[in-house]
């Protein structure tokens, strides 16, 4: 249990500066339980609260967890330079609390991006200590062969890399297209290695984290949810 006055619960949730939660609040904006509440001192319950603002009911959530089915041509970086950033895709709200990717995906790769505003979370997420592994769908220039599967499955000499490095799993799925799946996440991993094995990246997009497959969230491109904690427990090597 734990309570915030309103002005902080809008400022935490995303809604703008202190000053500016207060307006909102005093102007009667905000209502809770159909009742519009102006008093922006108000203590008040978070857990489990719901607040109207702006035509819209939204839940207090201490932090976010998210997950974008993204489309080609946007960025991750917190200061895109070609292409629009992937946060555009999402309220604005969720740039003000401060949410990030974790980790990255190419501009041009689609498909499943974790976001958050929990700093923990996303560290844990993207060590590399936690082994969590990362299922592609890479479309190949070149038809795929038996060698080029094998090579990836054995391992492939980066030039910036003391090792080689191997995919965990990978299959041939058609005649230009692999299922490869990477526990690392290096720098252009993907389209590396196959360019090491003597192919190209076409096309790529992240089928699923973990156990948590981008099927089952039936998110078409450009759209995200909220993670239930069933799905965020799937986020984790699986037991095989
Ligand atoms: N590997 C790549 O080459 N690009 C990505 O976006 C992700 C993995």
């Not at 292409?83 to 555009?88: A, D, I, R, W, Y």
């Not at 090579?151 to 041939?172: F, I, S």
């Not at 990477?182 to 973990?210: D, F, P």
């Not at 099927?215 to 904690?229: C, F, P, Q, T, V």
């Amino acid at each position: 249990m734990s309570k915030l006055s309103l002005d902080r619960i809008l400022q935490s949730q995303g809604f703008g500066s202190r000053k500016y939660c207060r307006e909102l609040v005093s102007d009667g904006e905000v209502s809770i339980a159909g009742e519009v509440v102006d008093d922006y001192k108000l203590s008040i319950e978070t857990d489990g609260l719901t607040f109207h603002i702006f035509e819209e009911d939204w839940e207090y959530r201490e932090h976010v967890y998210i997950v974008l089915n993204k489309p080609a041509n946007f960025e991750c970086s917190r200061k895109p330079s070609h292409h629009p950033g992937v946060l555009t895709l999402l309220p604005e709200q969720f740039s003000w609390r401060d949410v990030q990717p974790v980790g990255r995906l190419d501009h041009d790769t689609t498909g499943m991006l974790l976001m958050s505003d929990d700093g923990p979370f996303i560290h844990a997420q993207s060590s590399p200590k936690r082994h969590i592994p990362k299922v592609y769908q890479a479309t190949t220039a070149e038809p795929v062969s038996s060698e080029l599967v094998n090579a990836l499955l054995t391992g492939v000499q980066l030039h910036d890399e003391p090792a080689p490095l191997a995919a965990q799993w990978c299959r041939q799925l058609d005649t230009n297209q692999i299922e490869i799946v990477l526990e690392q996440g290096k720098y252009h991993q993907v389209k590396r290695m196959l360019a090491a094995a003597g192919n190209h990246c076409a096309a790529l997009q992240r089928t699923a984290i973990g156990q948590l497959t981008l099927e089952s969230l039936g998110l078409k491109e450009g759209e995200w949810s909220y993670l239930s904690a069933e799905q965020i427990a799937l986020l984790v090597p699986s037991e095989i």
